[in-house]
């Protein structure tokens, strides 16, 4: 086994050869636990960041899980990671908590899968905020209804979905319906992810996938069926039938990080719409010769993809509004701070998410 089973592609490799860091080797980040990392050579070290790394950069910038870097081995087991090789995608989110940080849930992602279960969970507007945040980052996503053996409206809920044009595939972890077609979209060298609430099946789905029970899965609670954030960690798994899977731990909340400029991305229906209200700073809410409106009245867009839209669009005005509000000194002020909240803040299990 080498380095490339693991997705490292010659471009990887010349961007590790830029950086000239002689003592160094490539390896990828396959499980963050805060103090250190599990990184692959392809033989498994145990890494701790640099010191300077650690102090220059900012937190979305240190190693995550799917990073590749260059390191350098030390005694035993032990290495210690120098740089982190640029990404060719990642996924963000704004942090949970207060503050306004970007935090990056997985690096190197080629297929995003947002796991929903068809029992309790199922919310178009989660998916559509999922699918917001990966289209910004250029990964397309793909959709998971899982626990299909404890539901009965399925196919009323997939129609209900489908305009926004997302892949769709109907799972049971449990009795094995869907695994195939999941790793069908999985190529060799490829790089997959989970994301999606708490209790929804991901670590289940990843141990299927695995054909082992490599990862701890446990029952929802019954009172309110939410999970129980038994994921702590984001790790990353080599599947037999190729390519590779990351299991994350439950989000509560997708807070959007980015640009209101990408929302065209996912809503350009509305953009496109919006054009021809009679206002250019119309809000689409109660003037009267409004397009969009229009379009809601005449049954051509949904009301509940307007209010994503409108929602999703006053987040990310806030967020750059907030973001502008600070002069040059006090961002790098806020942004030092802000490492040690983010650090901390990752530790405080906002969502399951110990680190
Ligand atoms: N009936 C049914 N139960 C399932 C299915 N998939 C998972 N479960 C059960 O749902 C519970 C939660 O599954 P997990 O795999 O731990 O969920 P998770 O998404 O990894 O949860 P976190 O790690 O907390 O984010 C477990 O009891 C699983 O056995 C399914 O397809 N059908
Ligand atoms: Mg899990
Ligand atoms: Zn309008």
């Known amino acids: 086994m080498d380095l490339q089973t693991y997705g490292y592609t010659d471009e990887f490799a010349t961007r590790f050869d830029e950086l000239a860091l002689s003592a160094c080797i490539p390896g990828r980040v396959i499980a963050d636990y805060g103090g250190y990392l599990r990184v692959v050579t392809p033989e498994e070290v145990e890494a701790e960041i640099a010191g300077s790394?650690?102090?220059?950069?900012?937190?979305?910038?240190?190693?995550?899980?799917?990073?590749?870097?260059?390191?350098?081995?030390?005694?035993?087991?032990?290495?210690?990671?120098?740089?982190?090789?640029?990404?060719?995608?990642?996924?963000?989110?704004?942090?949970?908590?207060?503050?306004?940080?970007?935090?990056?849930?997985?690096?190197?992602?080629?297929?995003?899968?947002?796991?929903?279960?068809?029992?309790?969970?199922?919310?178009?507007?989660?998916?559509?905020r999922y699918m917001y945040q990966l289209r910004q980052?250029?990964?397309?996503?793909?959709?998971?209804?899982?626990?299909?053996d404890k539901a009965y409206d399925s196919d009323e809920k997939i129609a209900s979905i489908a305009s926004l044009g997302i892949p769709s595939i109907v799972a049971s972890a449990t009795s094995g319906?869907?695994?195939?077609?999941?790793?069908?979209?999985?190529?060799?060298?490829?790089?997959?992810?989970f994301l999606g609430s708490s209790g929804v099946g991901k670590s289940t789905l990843t141990n299927r996938l695995l054909g082992t029970d490599q990862q701890k899965t446990a029952a929802i609670r019954e009172r309110d069926s939410t999970g129980r954030h038994t994921t702590s960690h984001r790790e990353l798994f080599l599947l037999p039938g190729?390519?590779?899977?990351?299991d994350t731990p439950g989000i509560r909340e997708l807070q959007?990080?980015?640009?209101?400029?990408?929302?065209?991305?996912?809503?350009?229906?509305?953009?496109?719409?919006?054009?021809?209200?009679?206002?250019?700073n119309c809000s689409h809410t109660k003037e009267l010769n409004c397009a969009v409106l229009g379009a809601v009245?005449?049954?051509?867009?949904?009301?509940a993809r307007l209010e994503s839209y409108l929602k999703f669009k006053q987040e990310l005005k806030a967020q750059a509004y907030s973001a502008a509000s600070l002069s040059a000194k006090q961002k790098k002020q806020r942004a030092r701070r802000l490492k040690k909240a983010i650090q901390l803040d990752e530790k405080l299990k906002d969502d399951g998410e110990l680190y």
């Not at 190729?242 to 990351?246: A, L, Y």
């Open 177 to 193: 319906v869907g695994i195939e077609e999941i790793q069908g979209y999985i190529k060799n060298g490829a790089t997959a992810v």
């Open 256 to 280: 959007l990080w980015g640009e209101e400029e990408f929302l065209a991305k996912s809503f350009g229906d509305i953009e496109e719409l919006a054009l021809r209200c009679e206002f250019n």
């Open 53 to 128: 790394l650690q102090h220059e950069s900012e937190n979305y910038l240190l190693p995550k899980v799917g990073d590749f870097v260059a390191l350098e081995k030390g005694s035993g087991n032990k290495a210690t990671i120098r740089a982190v090789l640029a990404r060719k995608s990642e996924i963000d989110r704004k942090a949970a908590g207060t503050g306004n940080h970007r935090q990056v849930l997985a690096a190197n992602v080629d297929v995003a899968f947002v796991v929903q279960a068809l029992d309790h969970d199922f919310s178009p507007m989660r998916l559509e």
């Open 242 to 246: 190729g390519g590779m899977i990351i």
């Open 137 to 148: 980052s250029n990964i397309e996503p793909i959709f998971i209804f899982n626990k299909a």
């Open 297 to 303: 009245k005449g049954g051509m867009l949904s009301p």
